[in-house]
């Protein structure tokens, strides 16, 4: 059974940062492009960042550019997200995704 999932969720303040994983199971993550994706409530969603294949080629959504960084370990199968200078708008339920599976999410609220 391929699973995703994500865990590093959590409160933090406006400048805080937050580093999320994504433990597969049932599936070889990056023999096909993996990212991850955010859903705010009320809002479309969004997608922050993936990774290719290569494990170097990666993308970013400008929100995000600068602050959140995307990486892998191939040995534990597991996809990370680096979330730095984080803002009130980047809380939001936060998914990882590769092809049509994806994780039940993890919540991220930034506050003061």
């Known amino acids: 059974q391929v699973q995703l999932v994500e865990s590093g969720g959590g409160s933090v303040q406006p400048g805080g940062s937050l580093r999320l994983s994504c433990a597969a199971t049932?599936?070889?993550?990056?023999?096909?492009?993996v990212g991850w994706f955010r859903q705010a409530p009320g809002k479309e969603r969004e997608g922050l960042a993936y990774?290719?294949?290569?494990?170097?080629?990666?993308y970013y959504a400008n929100s995000v550019k600068g602050r959140f960084t995307i990486s892998q370990d191939k040995f534990k199968n597991t996809l990370y997200l680096q979330m730095d200078s984080l803002k009130i708008e980047d809380t939001a339920m936060y998914h990882c995704a590769q092809s049509a599976t994806r994780g039940q999410g993890t919540l991220v609220t930034v506050s003061s």
């Open positions: 049932g599936v070889t993550l990056f023999k096909s492009c």
């Open positions: 990774i290719r294949t290569d494990g170097a080629t990666t």
